[in-house]
């Protein structure tokens, strides 16, 4: 079985299924963690309609979806902030191709797209409870810094210099 990591449009079929996959994922988690229920079905269909990830979109920004076996996997998305720094963001793998190396993959292939872009430091947040996460972006040489944005949502702000 093979990985593949390619651009795609934000608003295609496959990074809608993506999107709607990741934003269910990690709203249930949350809600599950704080207030024992999953996501509201229409809050989840507000959120996903407010989000289009038209920010993912060239010429300021790029999708990327990771495929195995040619069958959609996972996705990561790159946003520049600025002409130095792009923000790292939606990456998420279906959980049975998880542990397989499709996430390090993904998260080289959006450094790599934002060094296109221009970017010289790749930031991101992300949650507490997203464990996962955070322990692959400090696999990756990511580092803990101070917040960079207010998001509701964001406990841990990382940053990486892509030199």
Known sequence: ????VAPEPYDSPVAAALWRA??????DRWYLLHEGRRTDPAELEREIAARSGADLAPPGGRLLVARYDGEPAGSA???LLDSETAELTR???HEPRRGRGGAPLLVRAAEDAARALGAARMILDT?????EARGLYARLGYTETAPHNDDRYAEHWFS???G
């Open 1 to 4: 079985m093979t990985w593949t």
């Open 22 to 27: 990741y934003y269910t994922e990690v709203s």
């Open 127 to 131: 949650r507490g409870d997203l464990v």
């Open 160 to 162: 990486k210099e892509l």
């Open 77 to 79: 998305g790159v946003r």
């Open 91 to 93: 990456v998420f793998l």
